[in-house]
Nanobody, 124 residues
């Protein structure tokens, strides 16, 4: 089970750090993907990190502003979001899939564990 947290209301240019805590065992065997769904939009892939943390991928829209990391000892993944823009406003979801692949999965249906989402609102 995944629990996403850390969302909130911020101004453009501010930062937020989202957390994705797992209550399951063997978190270190799971790839983590971050997705978001803005108002009236489809859920889109933001980025992902391999199970061991040695492979990370970002979508172009967040590259250079967002950083994904993980702490396997504490079964938690993070999404550090800097220089936030109004277009980053969305519900953010973390997801997981048991795989040791270093090729990051970017498609929603490739992940079979999902958190409940946390709202991020960026005011301009």
């Amino acid at each position: 089970q995944l629990q996403a947290s850390g969302g909130g209301l911020v101004q453009a240019g501010d930062s937020l750090r989202l957390s994705c805590a797992s209550s399951g065992r063997l978190f270190s065997n799971y790839m983590v993907g971050w997705f978001r769904q803005g108002p009236g939009r489809e859920r889109e892939f933001v980025g992902g990190i391999s199970a061991s943390g040695d492979s990370i991928y970002y979508e172009d829209s967040v590259k250079g502003r967002f950083t994904i990391s993980r702490d396997n000892a504490n079964s938690t993944a993070y999404l550090q979001m800097n220089s936030l823009k109004s277009e980053d406003t969305a519900v953010y979801y973390c997801s997981a899939r048991s795989t040791t692949s270093r090729v990051i999965y970017m498609i929603r249906r490739h992940y079979n564990h999902w958190g409940q989402g946390t709202q991020v609102t960026v005011s301009s």
